[in-house]
């Protein structure tokens, strides 16, 4: 079992930047994977950030370039600076975890541990 604690968000204009984090309980595992989702209301949650077992990055096309992931290992935390946001990033954001190899971006269901979500608004 994983705790994620989820911290950062809140609004900003568009072109801003912000930066979430979210910080894991303690674990013992081989494998571990983290990721950023959000959901709007009447939407699906979508991937963000995924970031996998060797710590390689994912990133949805839509934020490619503007969304930057960063972890540390010592504190279990991982990051996701958001620069140059739009008004489309405007969501709930959530953090994922799961003890598996991971990476995805594209299934919720492969993550089985979630934070409590951090609002994110961007006004035009």
């Known amino acids: 079992q994983v705790h994620l604690v989820q911290s950062g968000g809140g609004s900003v204009q568009a072109g801003g930047s912000l930066r979430l984090s979210c910080a894991a309980s303690e674990y013992t595992a081989s494998s571990f994977c983290m990721a950023w989702f959000r959901q709007t209301p009447g939407k699906e949650r979508e991937g963000v950030a995924a970031i996998d077992s060797d710590d390689s990055p994912y990133y949805a096309d839509s934020v490619k370039g503007r969304f930057t992931l960063s972890k540390d290992n010592a504190k279990n935390t991982l990051y996701l600076q958001m620069n140059n946001l739009k008004p489309e990033d405007t969501g709930m954001y959530y953090c994922?975890?799961?003890?598996?190899?991971?990476?995805?971006?594209?299934?919720?269901?492969?993550?089985?541990?979630w934070g409590q979500g951090t609002q994110v608004t961007v006004s035009s």
């Open positions: 994922a975890a799961d003890f598996s190899d991971g990476g995805s971006l594209s299934n919720r269901y492969a993550y089985a541990f």
